[in-house]
């Protein structure tokens, strides 16, 4: 049966069975490679999207549960050429060592700077709490979110959010 949802603002459509994971679809029908499979159980945050601006993980969310609503990647938040604040600020803050984990790292990132623009560091780290991080860049990747929500308060209303 075709599921019909968006995808980083475009209109795609899968013919899946409505069980198979949105991990599975995003990554080996619709090619998008950046959200990454670590544990299959929603305990390493590394599957992390955006449905509806809310993070998800789509490691174990099924993708008929996405039909109609908006998913959101890490493809949708910035290119190399044009990155998000949030991905210029890891670089910046050289937050990311193998990067493995950082696809859903800044996903939940962007959905916390959207709700709230200046969080506390105890609100960071409420947001990346389910996120592990093997290679130990935590306190980069703390550094990298709350030097993104300074450029992003400072930015001009229509540069703030991505997708
Ligand atoms: S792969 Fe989804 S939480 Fe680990
Ligand atoms: S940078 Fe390697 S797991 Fe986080």
């Known amino acids: 049966m075709d599921i019909a949802f968006k995808v980083n603002g475009e209109a795609r459509q899968v013919g899946v069975p409505q069980t198979a994971s949105l991990l599975e679809v995003l990554r080996n029908h619709l090619g998008l490679m950046g959200t990454r499979y670590g ?3 929603e305990q390493c945050g590394c599957c992390m999207v955006l449905v509806d601006g809310e993070p998800a993980y789509a490691c ?3 993708v ?10 890490i493809e949708g938040l910035g290119s190399q050429a044009k ?8 670089l910046d803050e050289q937050a990311g060592q193998c990067g493995y984990c950082l696809s859903g790292i800044l996903i939940s990132a962007k959905a916390l700077l959207d709700r709230t623009p200046n969080p506390t560091r105890a609100e960071v780290v409420a947001a990346l709490d389910k996120h592990l991080c093997r290679c130990g860049a935590h306190q980069r990747i703390l550094r990298a979110v709350e030097r993104a929500a300074v450029k992003l308060r400072n930015a ?4 703030r959010r991505a997708t």
Do not use: D, Y
Not at 64 to 73: D, F, H, K, P, S
Not at 156 to 159: H, I, K, L, R
């Open 39 to 41: 544990c299959g159980l």
């Open 60 to 62: 174990t969310r099924e």
């Open 64 to 73: 008929g549960t996405v039909a109609g609503r908006n998913v959101t990647t």
């Open 83 to 90: 990155p998000h604040p949030l991905q210029q600020a890891f």
């Open 156 to 159: 001009p209303v229509g540069a």
